[in-house]
């Protein structure tokens, strides 16, 4: 019999709890819930009420934030200087100017027949104060936080969930894993290329801190005669070039595990040298389904 569950709809993804204790669940999910709806209306580029959609209106401008965009924000940061600029919160204009202006239903429903680079503005030119409770980006310039927002809340479900029920849990945003605990033997996580469908993949164990895949395999639309994917590359505003249909990283939080993967896939061919360098098990899959494997990532049986 499987552990206790739950999944809900929000913030464009199936979410879904897990906790070992049958008792915790209902207040587990509450949380859960609670979580996803704060960082909806913190955090999405696609609200016009958002905190983030105000920022961003505001370019230019000191802007007082709530206490969960700054620390967002901060997060972005943090992990835009880990990577080097690989993952830049400050890519929202380069993602408009291909078509990802709006929910990705919408999106993927229309084909427009030109075609923008913008490159990001600059992650260094974000300024927040943390005293002041204040963020500024440059003028013109916009935020998208979608490499980070969704990682950071399961990491938080998992943290306040734990502390909350003393249970062990699972959190899961859209294939985004965080655990406060774990049954043991750890928990079970299919990887797949799409977290929508369990499509062919391992499955694998999750004792402590997250699990995240990036792939260029879901969201894809056509603009200017093109096949489009999500993940840009900063510095042309262009879509990553398609090495690796799929990385998933395993790391200490869901955050650091997402950033790395979203990494990995622009930075291509160098990717497995970089994650090996920083001790991360990974499973990186080209485009013709063949596999990389870094830092441990566990063998597939054949």
């Known amino acids: 019999m499987g552990a206790p569950s739950a999944s809900f709809q929000g913030i464009g993804v199936t979410n879904r709890i897990v906790v070992d204790s049958a008792g915790a669940l209902g207040e587990a999910l509450e949380i859960a819930r609670e979580e996803v709806d704060a960082l909806d209306r913190a955090c999405s580029r ?6 983030l959609a105000a920022l961003n209106r505001a370019s230019g401008s000191d802007v007082q934030v709530g206490p969960l965009l700054l620390a967002v924000v901060e997060a972005a940061l943090r992990v835009a200087s880990a990577t080097r600029g690989l993952v830049d919160p400050t890519v929202g204009p380069a993602l408009g100017a291909l078509g990802y202006d709006r929910d990705f239903r919408l999106v993927a429903g229309t084909t427009p027949s030109t075609l923008r680079l913008v490159p990001a ?3 260094r030119r974000v300024h927040v104060d943390r005293r002041r409770g204040t963020v500024r980006i440059p003028a013109g ?47 079970p996580v299919a990887v797949t290329d799409d977290h929508r469908r369990l499509s062919p993949g391992p499955t694998v164990a999750i004792a402590d801190g997250g699990l995240a895949t990036s792939s260029t395999a879901v969201r894809r639309w056509r603009a200017g005669g093109l096949e489009l994917h999500h993940i840009v590359d900063p510095a042309t505003g262009r879509p990553a070039e398609e090495h690796w249909r799929t990385v998933t990283v395993a790391a ?29 098990a990974a499973r990186l899959v080209r485009p013709d389904g063949s ?4 830092s441990g990532w566990p063998a597939e049986a054949s």
């Open 46 to 51: 696609f609200r016009d009420d958002s905190e």
């Open 121 to 123: 503005a600059g992650w």
């Open 141 to 187: 310039a916009a935020l998208d936080l979608g490499a980070t927002a969704k990682a950071f809340s399961a990491d938080r479900i998992a943290a306040r969930v734990r502390a909350a029920t003393g249970a062990n849990v699972l959190a899961s945003l859209g294939g985004d894993v965080a655990v406060g605990g774990a049954p043991h033997g750890g928990w």
């Open 252 to 280: 200490s939080t869901c955050v650091d595990a997402n950033a790395a993967a979203t990494a990995a896939i622009v930075m291509g061919a160098a990717a497995p040298e970089w994650l090996e360098g920083m001790g991360l």
């Open 291 to 294: 596999v990389a494997r870094t």
